[in-house]
């Protein structure tokens, strides 16, 4: 989940304009050599609840004529992650998130062929005091973004091809009336 979490948020990211280099995960420390303008991407923890219900069926390749495959849902997952964009620039950072929140997509596919839901649950401002003097300009905006996504299970099962009714019944005949 954090793969497509990660890949979502960069291609977001690139959509609204910033280089795929400025997309990374939270660095331990903020220093000189990052880019003034970046993506910053942390993980809270992920959520797990049990499922089971059924969520596709589908022929089984290679045997279409006498198989198919249903892929039920074990677990409904949901990670949170907050992707923090740091700027120098209040103008920049106000029309890149704009960008950012327009690029990121309602839902997607995962490799497994499982829906995942994105959602933008709230933003967060840092850095925007009214000081005299600002020599080192930071300002950032914290989107939590929630992604939602499953783990499944395949099982293949066999078609009935044919049935074979055998009528089951009583002949009717010495049966003794009773008066």
């Keep these: ?11 977001a990211a690139v959509a609204a304009g910033l280089p795929e280099s400025n997309v990374m995960i939270e660095p331990e ?16 923890t992920e959520q797990y609840r049990r499922t089971g219900r059924p969520v596709r069926k589908s022929p089984t ?3 279409e004529a006498t198989h198919r495959t249903l892929a039920r849902e074990k677990h409904a997952v949901r990670l949170p992650v907050r992707a923090a964009i740091r700027a120098d620039d209040e103008a920049w950072l106000k029309e890149f998130s704009r960008c950012f929140v327009a690029a990121l997509p309602k839902r997607m596919t995962d490799k497994n062929g499982n829906t995942v839901t994105v959602a933008v649950e709230k933003a967060e401002y840092g850095g925007f005091t009214k000081k005299a003097v600002e020599v080192f300009k930071k300002r950032s905006k914290t ?10 299970i395949e099982n293949e099962i066999p078609l009935i091809k044919s049935v074979d009714i055998i009528p089951s019944y009583r002949e009717a005949g010495n ?4 008066d």
Excluded: N
Aim: hydrophobic share 35%; glycine share 6%.
């Design 29 to 44: 420390k903020d220093g000189v050599t990052l880019p003034k303008r970046r993506v910053e991407i942390s993980y809270l």
């Design 1 to 11: 989940m954090r793969s497509i979490a990660t890949d979502i948020i960069t291609a």
């Design 61 to 63: 390749p290679g045997k």
């Design 143 to 152: 989107f939590h973004i929630t992604f939602t996504g499953m783990t499944t």
């Design 175 to 178: 049966e003794q009336e009773h």
